[in-house]
């Protein structure tokens, strides 16, 4: 069970690079990072698009005007003069930017966190991937949602063969927040529908790339053969980017998959969920009960397992924050993959491969992932909604 202690030796010196006052994710990347504050100190940044607002912004959030800077330019030039600069920056900024500020952190020898979808397409993911393996740093994707405790739970059970033979693979990620085009209209929202920032898709990248990674991580032996994606810009002035998609795999092995993406689901909150079915049983998880991990035997009545409780296996208790007695959220989820970004990087920095190797959190190779599924499903589907091999 997680308390706070310190598991590195002393707080990592973290920047971020936008998160500011307007946007939607980055107080989730404070709340993460700053949940342990044994694991990150924030104590620079280029919050914001709008240098003044940035500035501002940062000063309420306790950083040092001077430490308050005008773009990431300035902020990875600034702080390596510095003799205790940044070590690590946090790129919550839209997906069109991310290639090139990965690169220049990495140039400037920090470790990188990254907003997904990572990049626009796969070969910048290979190259950004070799570029921090020849500078020796971690790169850390923001899949939050995959550090909720109960899908490490459903990672070993699968792994130890209680559902059988996997043959089938549901997943949905959708909201209905995008029904009509007036959501275009908001500032956080106008970058996603156009494809020179969002690049080649909306709701695949922005959405699905956290579930299908979610896939990834309970199913980490299952590897793609086929997929065939149709996609829809219900709302005409988003095409070509899709506001709907679906989504049909077809596994090495012989397992099948689907998932159901959308923001157009008029009336729903959220819905993202994923069941695996067995040759025995089947499992499911859903973010709006993260809590719960349903266990449904044939011929024995249904189970719902708990966080928190004895019964669970160590690697899902590892991640428990508050006890079975009390409910635990995506902040408590952020705050997990965090802390393992902040492991990961101090391993990196003594040299502890075998430390490193035995982590478990979504790295450079699953925002390389992403990148590949999304494009693979736009190639799909730009092909007429037709079967292609996975590239």
């Known amino acids: 069970m997680l308390n706070g202690e310190k598991q590195i030796a002393r707080p990592l010196r973290w920047a971020m690079v936008g998160g500011g006052r307007l946007s939607q994710v980055g107080y989730k990347h404070r709340t993460g990072a700053l949940r342990d504050n044994t694991a990150f100190q924030l104590v620079a940044g280029a919050f914001d698009i709008d240098a003044g607002r940035g500035r501002d912004f940062g000063i309420n959030l306790g950083v040092a005007a001077e430490r308050c800077y005008t773009d990431y330019r300035e902020l990875f030039e600034r702080e390596a003069q510095r003799e205790e600069g940044i070590e690590v920056v946090t790129i919550a900024t839209p997906n069109g930017t991310h290639y090139e500020i990965s690169k220049a952190a990495l140039e400037a020898g920090l470790h990188v966190i990254c907003e997904k979808p990572l990049f626009f397409t796969s070969q910048q993911a290979r190259e950004i991937k070799a570029l921090a393996e020849s500078k020796g740093r971690i ?136 069941r695996v079915i067995g040759s025995k049983a089947s499992l499911q998880w859903c973010d709006t009960q993260p809590n719960e991990l349903r266990y449904e035997v044939q011929n024995q009545p249904n189970q719902l397992l708990h966080h928190g409780m004895p019964y669970l296996d160590n690697a899902a208790l590892a991640d428990d924050r508050l006890g079975a007695l009390h409910t635990e959220g995506l902040t408590d989820a952020w705050s997990n993959i965090y802390l393992k970004f902040a492991l990961a990087m101090d391993a990196k920095n003594r040299g502890d491969e075998a430390a490193l190797a035995a982590m478990i959190y979504p790295g450079i190779d699953a925002g390389l992932e992403g990148v590949r599924w999304v494009e693979n499903c736009v190639r799909s589907a730009d092909s007429g909604a037709v079967w292609v091999n996975y590239e």
């Open 139 to 274: 790169i850390g994707v923001t899949y939050g949602y995959s550090g909720h405790q109960m899908l490490l739970q459903m990672r070993q059970m699968i792994a130890r063969g209680d559902i059988g033979e996997v043959r089938m693979v549901e997943m949905q990620y959708t909201h209905g927040f995008s029904a009509s085009d007036s959501a275009d209209k908001f500032e956080a929202q106008k970058w996603r529908v156009d494809p020179a920032i969002a690049g080649p898709s909306f709701v695949l990248g922005d959405l699905s790339t956290h579930t299908y990674y979610i896939s990834q991580l309970v199913l980490p032996d299952l590897k793609l053969k086929s997929l065939l994606c149709d996609r829809q810009s219900f709302i005409a002035s988003r095409a070509p980017l899709e506001d709907n998609a679906m989504v049909m795999m077809r596994y090495h092995g012989g397992a099948v998959g689907r998932l159901w993406t959308s923001s157009v689901n008029a009336g729903c909150m959220d819905a993202q969920q994923i």
